[in-house]
Nanobody, 126 residues
Framework: RIAPVESGGGSVQAGGSLRLSCVLS????????IAWFRQAAGEEREGVAT????????WYADAVKGRFTISRENANNTHYLQMYSLKPEDSGMYYC???????????????????WGQGTQVTVSS
């Protein structure tokens, strides 16, 4: 059973940093798109960053460009979202999502992804 598992959330003050991790439990494929989404209370889930297994070029939402970095560590099937210069508006539940078998990250919509983690909470105080 494929189950992304997130960790690394927490509470920080504005300007602080966090690194989120996502382990793709049960997944052994070599071609996929991984994404981070976030959802604030009362808001829709929005794409934050995507990365394809065969392309080092990532996509970032405008709101996080220059502050967030998505990366992977192939040895342990783990993906990361490094977040710097956090703002209160970055607060929310962060989810890791996987789309296996795709040749690219063609969509940043949540409907494009097949497997989701349970989420990890990020709270940024001013």
């Amino acid at each position: 059973r494929i189950a992304p598992v997130e960790s690394g959330g927490g509470s920080v003050q504005a300007g602080g940093s966090l690194r989120l991790s996502c382990v793709l439990s049960g997944f052994t494929g070599t071609r996929y798109c991984i994404a981070w989404f976030r959802q604030a209370a009362g808001e829709e889930r929005e794409g934050v960053a995507t990365l394809h297994s065969g392309d080092p070029t990532a996509w970032y939402a405008d709101a996080v460009k220059g502050r967030f970095t998505i990366s992977r560590e192939n040895a342990n099937n783990t993906h990361y979202l490094q977040m710097y210069s956090l703002k209160p508006e970055d607060s929310g539940m962060y989810y890791c999502a996987l789309k296996p078998g795709t040749y690219g990250c063609y969509s940043h919509s949540s409907t494009a992804f097949n497997y989701w983690g349970q989420g990890t909470q990020v709270t940024v105080s001013s």
